[in-house]
């Protein structure tokens, strides 16, 4: 009777698990490189972001100064490098070139750098029964004197 309680139970949390991953929605972009470092004299870079998955991605692209205080890092928002396009609306598997401009006038001295985040956002959905993950990347954007 025990044995018949258990192949019951475990037959309802795998029909459960089936029905909840067949209701996830995992459709979201990659960003390339994963890292970002100008040399001395340069003020800008690209970054290439792609959508996966189907229908539309819709996403924003921020670029935060990033500081390391006790150990501790610290994202501060600034327009001393600016995204362009700041918004995506991406179809299925469509590439787009991003470009980072350092607009500061002062000069690099050291080193200066920044966090680029590309969120994806949400957008219309198909069925409403589902999850939805939202991804954010965060590109490290040295700098260099």
């Known amino acids: 009777m025990l044995k018949l309680i258990r192949t019951t139970i475990a037959t309802a949390i795998f029909g459960t698990t089936i029905a909840i991953a067949g209701a996830v929605v995992a459709e979201g972009f990659s960003v390339s490189p994963t890292s970002l470092t100008v040399p001395a004299g340069g003020q800008q870079t690209t ?17 935060m100064r990033w500081l390391r205080d006790g150990g501790q890092n610290k994202l501060i928002p600034t327009r001393d490098v600016v995204a362009s396009p700041p918004a995506l609306r991406m179809r299925e598997n469509q590439e787009i070139t991003i470009r980072l401009i350092r607009t500061a006038t002062t000069p690099v001295t050291g080193q200066e750098c920044y966090r680029v985040l590309v969120d994806q956002l949400p957008g ?4 409403d029964d589902g999850v939805r993950f939202m991804l954010r990347h965060s590109v490290p954007l040295c700098f260099l004197s």
């Open 47 to 63: 970054l290439t972001v792609e959508s996966s998955g189907a229908g539309e991605t819709l996403g924003q692209v921020r670029v």
């Open 124 to 127: 219309p959905r198909e069925r």
